[in-house]
C-alpha cells in the first residue's frame, strides 16, 4: 500500500517549536517533491512549504518564511517540516504530499491522513 504518513503535531505554546515528520510506506520518495500543506477550520488548504526530489531547492509561503524549515533524508525516506516560534495563526492540520513545488492542492499525487497542531496558550 502506498501511503504518506504525518506525525509531530501537538499542542504548543505561542513561541513555541515542533518538527513535523512526513514518511514513506511501499515506495521511495527519492523521486517525488514533497510539500507541505496546512487547513485551518473554515479555510482553504494552502500550500507551506516544498523541497525538491534532491533537497536542493526549497520554497516557502510567506506567512512562515523565517520561522520554518523543509528538510529531506531520503536515506529514511522521510521529509521534515521543523516549526519555530509558533503563532495561534499556525494552528492548523498540517498535511504532507507528492506534489511539484508551487503546486496547488488539486494537483498532488500522494497524500497522508494530517497531523494537527495547535498553538494555544
Known amino acids: 500500500q502506498l501511503q504518506l504518513v504525518e506525525s509531530g503535531g501537538g499542542l504548543v505554546q505561542p513561541g513555541g517549536s515542533l518538527r513535523l515528520s512526513c514518511a514513506a510506506s511501499?515506495?521511495?520518495?527519492?523521486?517525488?517533491?514533497i510539500g507541505w500543506f496546512r487547513q485551518a477550520p473554515g479555510k482553504e488548504r494552502e500550500g507551506v512549504s516544498c523541497?525538491?526530489?534532491?533537497?536542493?531547492?526549497?520554497n516557502y509561503a510567506d506567512s512562515v518564511k523565517g520561522r520554518f524549515t523543509i528538510s529531506r533524508d531520503n536515506a529514511k525516506n522521510t521529509v521534515y517540516l521543523q516549526m519555530n516560534s509558533l503563532k495561534p495563526e499556525d494552528t492548523a492540520v498540517y498535511y504532507c504530499?507528492?506534489?511539484?513545488?508551487?503546486?496547488?492542492?488539486?494537483?498532488?499525487?500522494?497524500w497522508g491522513q494530517g497531523t494537527q497542531v495547535t498553538v494555544s496558550s
Open positions: 511501499g515506495f521511495t520518495l527519492d523521486y517525488y517533491a
Open positions: 504530499a507528492t506534489a511539484p513545488c508551487g503546486s496547488s492542492w488539486t494537483e498532488v499525487g500522494y
Open positions: 523541497i525538491s526530489s534532491s533537497g536542493s531547492s526549497t
